[in-house]
């Protein structure tokens, strides 16, 4: 397991720029990250976190939660992940003055687009509040994010207000689907192949994640390159395997219901009613 001392004292920024450009499939349109580990983790005092709260079917098959993937392989993205998430828990105001004045730096100046969690979410609202905050008084900068956390955001939106760089897009195969109108929400899906991502009407990203940012209601994704999270999903979109998943746990609660009401039937001793007399 990967450890990092608890911050007892009001730490030092670990380094120089907190986003980075090491996700090589945005790198190539100079796109900034900042990542969490994905859906559970291990903190350092040994306690378990979900980072992502709305994770559905995704998790299973996610890139970043993967032990195959690189951001679980390799020790220093685990610790670099995994510290980023421990600073906004133990030390959010620190990290959100440290991110407020790294946005004014050169580098940023000019055509500066960051993408917040390609891995991770927004996992509570006072962390989602900050990255508002930040958002905002980096103006300059366009930031995106795909999410799963539909309540958490549309609570925060309703709260401060949308920062006018900001484009957000719901992502599917997670607990909250059933709240987002796919013909009207900025939404996106993953599919198995190319074919079944223009059969559902969708617009491949392929060419540039850039496209999440833009107008397009639907934008898909094809499965990533693990063969182990390909073989998971099969033939079906996220969309796809979570509707799947629901309605299968709508009917084990429903035939428990039932179950309970039989339960509840041959208790009552034969001749009698649960009723009470109205007389």
């Not at 993937?69 to 610790?79: I, N, T, V």
């Not at 001749?271 to 009470?276: C, E, F, N």
């Amino acid at each position: 397991m990967d450890t990092l001392p608890l911050f007892d004292a009001p730490p030092a920024k670990p380094r120089a720029y907190l986003l980075t450009c090491n996700n090589a499939d945005l790198a190539r349109d100079n796109i900034f990250t900042w990542t969490l580990p994905a859906w559970w983790v291990t903190l350092s005092d040994g306690t378990r976190f979900n980072v992502c709260p709305e994770a559905g079917v995704c998790g299973r098959m996610c890139f970043a939660y993967d032990s195959t993937s690189s951001y679980k392989r390799f020790p220093g993205a685990r610790a670099a992940h995994l510290l980023n998430l421990e600073l906004t828990l133990h030390h959010l105001s620190d990290w959100e003055g440290w991110m407020v004045a790294e946005l004014r730096r050169p580098r940023y100046a000019v055509d500066a687009r960051a993408r917040i969690h390609d891995s991770g979410d927004f996992y509570s609202l006072p962390y989602t509040r900050a990255w508002f905050r930040i958002m905002k008084s980096a103006p300059h900068v366009r930031f995106y994010a795909y999410t799963k956390a539909v309540t958490t955001l549309r609570t925060v939106i309703a709260e401060m207000g949308a920062p006018a760089n900001f484009d957000h897009r719901f992502s599917l195969g997670g607990t909250e689907d059933d709240l987002i109108d796919i013909e009207k929400d900025r939404n996106a899906d993953v599919f198995p192949d190319a074919a079944s991502l223009a059969a559902a009407g969708y617009v491949d990203q392929g060419a540039s994640d850039l496209i999440a940012a833009g107008p397009d209601i639907k934008v898909g994704m094809l499965a990533n390159r693990l063969s182990r999270t390909r073989k998971r999903q099969g033939k079906q979109s996220f969309s796809q395997h979570q509707k799947t998943h629901d309605a299968r746990r709508s009917e084990r609660e429903r035939q428990a219901a039932v179950r309970r009401a039989a339960r509840r039937t041959a208790a009552v001793p034969e001749g009698l009613s649960r009723t009470p007399n109205s007389g």
